[in-house]
């Protein structure tokens, strides 16, 4: 499923339904795409996913493969835009939807829009279903002291808190109860979960 997100994303951001000396005019596309070629296409592309997952497709292949597909089927550039559209409506996506499950997944963007190697987004994406039991995506915020008290990092997320330093953390800093304080504030005074990490070491593995 998540090959299959993306193989949606690069058609409608590579613009495959289009040609490259041409511009569609969207308020005018007549070409309505029917139920039985959304979900033939839908099947087509699954079939592609599944191979892309594999590392059996290139991106590059991927477009060669669509676009063989519209001649063989004769689709028109407006009527596979349609059809795409149509899919993406079936999966309840837009745009912004799948660059944020791609961004949750741990997916590059950028180097996917810049058409780098397939293969390092097919790794990422078996990094994430060979640990998907136990592996989590966390929004945090960070915030930097460094001071004459202090040098730290601090990372939050709702009412918990980490303390990372390489050396000792002195808890009577006043910036640091400052922020803490005024970061309460925003919890509605919630008691906060604070986790240090004093004297942290750091290796190259």
């Known amino acids: 499923m998540k090959v299959f997100i993306i193989c949606l994303y690069y058609i409608v951001k ?17 070409n309505k795409a029917r139920e039985k070629d959304v979900e033939k296409f839908e099947d087509y592309v699954y079939g592609l996913s599944y191979d892309m997952s594999q590392g ?21 550039h407006e009527k596979l835009f349609n059809i795409q559209k149509e899919l993406m409506k079936r999966y309840g996506f837009n745009i912004e939807d799948i660059e944020k499950q791609m961004k949750s997944m741990g997916i590059d963007i950028s180097s996917l829009e810049k058409g780098n190697d397939y293969e390092t987004i097919r790794k990422t994406l078996s990094f994430q279903e060979k640990y998907k039991k136990d592996i989590g995506n966390v929004l945090m915020t960070t915030y930097t002291i460094n001071n004459s008290v202090n040098n730290l990092s601090i990372f939050i997320s709702e009412e918990k808190v980490i303390l990372e330093s390489t050396g000792k953390i002195n808890l009577q800093d006043t910036e640091l109860n400052e922020f803490l304080c005024s970061y309460k504030k925003i919890l509605k005074d919630k008691k906060l979960m604070i986790y240090l990490c004093e004297n942290m070491g750091v290796f190259e593995y």
């Not at 040609?19 to 569609?24: L, T």
């Not at 991106?59 to 669509?66: P, V």
């Open 14 to 30: 590579e613009g495959i339904f289009m040609d490259d000396d041409r511009i569609v005019d969207f308020n005018v596309l007549k």
């Open 56 to 76: 059996k497709l290139t991106m590059a292949d991927f477009s060669e493969k669509i676009q063989k597909y519209m001649e063989k089927n004769n689709i028109s």
